[in-house]
Structure formats: C-alpha cells, structure tokens
C-alpha cells in the first residue's frame, strides 16, 4: 500500500505515521521499501516487523555540482 505523505515536513507527519501503523498492522509485508529521507524515518518510527530499505532518489539531484 502506499501512504500518500507531503514532501515538506510538517503538522500533517504525525497522521502520516498513524496512517502507516495502520497500514503495516493490516496488511504486514515481508519487506518495507522507502523512497525518501522523510518516508525512511517515519517507516523506522512505525516499527515494522518486517526488514526496511531505504533507496533515496533524490541525491544526484541536490548536488549543486552536477550539471553546472
């Protein structure tokens, strides 16, 4: 399932990570896949049972360097 989250971190994180409590007691999973520094942590905080992996997709992107 996918919790739909705000990219800005902000009021609205705490109904995320209850969202996603939610989410993990019903449907579970054998592994958890984040795809952002934020959803990394507020699955971490969920306490899965299952295994985490993170794969941030956004560094290449914030580096100042690339493309000058």
């Known amino acids: 399932r996918i919790v739909k989250m705000e990219r800005s971190v902000g009021k609205a994180d705490y109904a995320d990570l209850k969202k996603l409590k939610a989410a993990l007691r019903e449907e579970g999973g054998d592994l958890i896949h984040a795809h952002s520094s934020k959803a ?6 969920a306490k899965p049972k299952a295994p985490v992996i993170y794969t941030p997709h956004a560094f290449a992107t914030l580096d100042p360097t690339l493309g000058a």
Not at 40 to 45: D, I, V
Request: positive net charge.
């Open 40 to 45: 990394g942590a507020l699955t971490r905080l």
